[in-house]
Nanobody, 121 residues
Framework: QVQLVESGGGLVQAGGSLRLSCAVS????????MGWYRQAPGKQRELVAT???????NGADSVKGRFTISRDNAKNTVYLQMNNLKPEDTAVYYC???????????????WGQGTQVTVSS
């Protein structure tokens, strides 16, 4: 059974930093891409950043220059380093992985349970 376990959320003052981690466990053939999404109260879930094979990254304009996504393939883990946090970054952050369970299976998207990030002004 595939699980995505997130950690690193919390409460921080504006201008501070947090580092989120997400580890994928279970029997997996290949992870195509991993990423982070966030959902603030009353808003839709939105993309924060993704990282794919070859370390190709993509990120929302609102976090460019402040957030950095990285990946440890040996540990099946993705990280999100968040610097210069702003109150508008407050949200539940969800880890996402697109992966194959076997050579013959299709690419399926999995989600973590979410971790709360709160930035006070």
């Amino acid at each position: 059974q595939v699980q995505l376990v997130e950690s690193g959320g919390g409460l921080v003052q504006a201008g501070g930093s947090l580092r989120l981690s997400c580890a994928v466990s279970g029997s997996i053939f290949n992870i195509n891409s991993m990423g982070w999404y966030r959902q603030a109260p009353g808003k839709q879930r939105e993309l924060v950043a993704t990282i794919a094979t070859g370390d190709n990254t993509n990120g929302a304009d609102s976090v460019k220059g402040r957030f950095t996504i990285s990946r440890d393939n040996a540990k099946n883990t993705v990280y999100l380093q968040m610097n210069n946090l702003k109150p508008e970054d407050t949200a539940v952050y969800y880890c996402n992985a697109r992966l194959q369970l076997s050579h013959f299976s299709s690419i399926t998207r999995y989600w973590g349970q979410g971790t709360q990030v709160t930035v006070s002004s």
